[in-house]
T-cell receptor, first 111, second 115 residues
Framework: SQQGEEDPQALSIQEGENATMNCSYKTSINNLQWYRQNSGRGLVHLILIRSNEREKHSGRLRVTLDTSKKSSSLLITASRAADTASYFCATDEGSNYKLTFGKGTLLTVNP | NAGVTQTPKFQVLKTGQSMTLQCAQDMNHNSMYWYRQDPGMGLRLIYYSASEGTTDKGEVPNGYNVSRLNKREFSLRLESAAPSQTSVYFC??????????????FGPGTRLTVT
């Protein structure tokens, strides 16, 4: 069953705007990861945040994690047309070797 | 480094036929995974191999078998294909060793259609 659930399911913005996607999950985690998938391609890892971290930055990406609310958000600042893709959160419970993926947010950045 | 490679890229099968999807990684990763991706369903784990010599069922294992041939290779077999197995299949690998990362690296996918 799905652990992470992204919100919104789809998001359309203009180039230069910021995009925020949210992820909620159900059980305790060791870390939470965000991935990007361009149409027809495999997933690419973007960023990992550990359960004892609250915020992490990587370039134009900012991820927050609130373990008390079992939620995470991914912010993409100053978006570009090339950021158009589906974004997935994935939770790692740590006790096994698996990630559990959400259903994704489809981000469209209009030039 | 090629990363994670998958063959074939596309395949059309008739109901009842069998086939094996091949996956190989050149990153010396311990763990390997097979997922399927269907519209609106995200990625669902079929089988995984935590380390060479072990395999375990994921969320949707019925109708599939796997073989971890060696550390590099992890194959997925459909013994008797059904239309419900029409999907895009992704292989992934991960180091899962402290200090080497827990992220997964994905192959380009195999688009399988069963008629």
């Amino acid at each position: 069953s799905q652990q992470g659930e992204e919100d919104p399911q789809a998001l359309s913005i203009q180039e230069g705007e910021n995009a925020t996607m949210n992820c909620s999950y159900k059980t305790s985690i060791n870390n939470l990861q965000w991935y990007r998938q361009n149409s027809g391609r495999g997933l690419v890892h973007l960023i990992l945040i550990r359960s004892n971290e609250r915020e992490k930055h990587s370039g134009r990406l900012r991820v927050t994690l609130d373990t008390s609310k079992k939620s995470s958000s991914l912010l993409i600042t100053a978006s570009r047309a090339a950021d158009t893709a589906s974004y997935f959160c994935a939770t790692d419970e740590g006790s096994n070797y698996k990630l559990t993926f959400g259903k994704g947010t489809l981000l469209t950045v209009n030039p | 480094n090629a990363g994670v490679t998958q063959t074939p890229k596309f395949q059309v099968l008739k109901t009842g036929q069998s086939m094996t999807l091949q996956c190989a990684q050149d990153m010396n990763h311990n763990s390997m995974y097979w997922y399927r991706q269907d519209p609106g369903m995200g990625l669902r784990l079929i089988y995984y191999s935590a380390s060479e010599g072990t395999t375990d069922k994921g969320e949707v294992p019925n109708g599939y078998n796997v073989s971890r041939l060696n550390k590099r290779e992890f194959s997925l077999r459909l013994e008797s294909a059904a239309p419900s197995q029409t999907s895009v299949y992704f292989c992934a690998s991960s180091a899962r060793v402290r200090g080497q990362g827990y992220e997964q690296y994905f192959g380009p996918g195999t688009r399988l259609t069963v008629t």
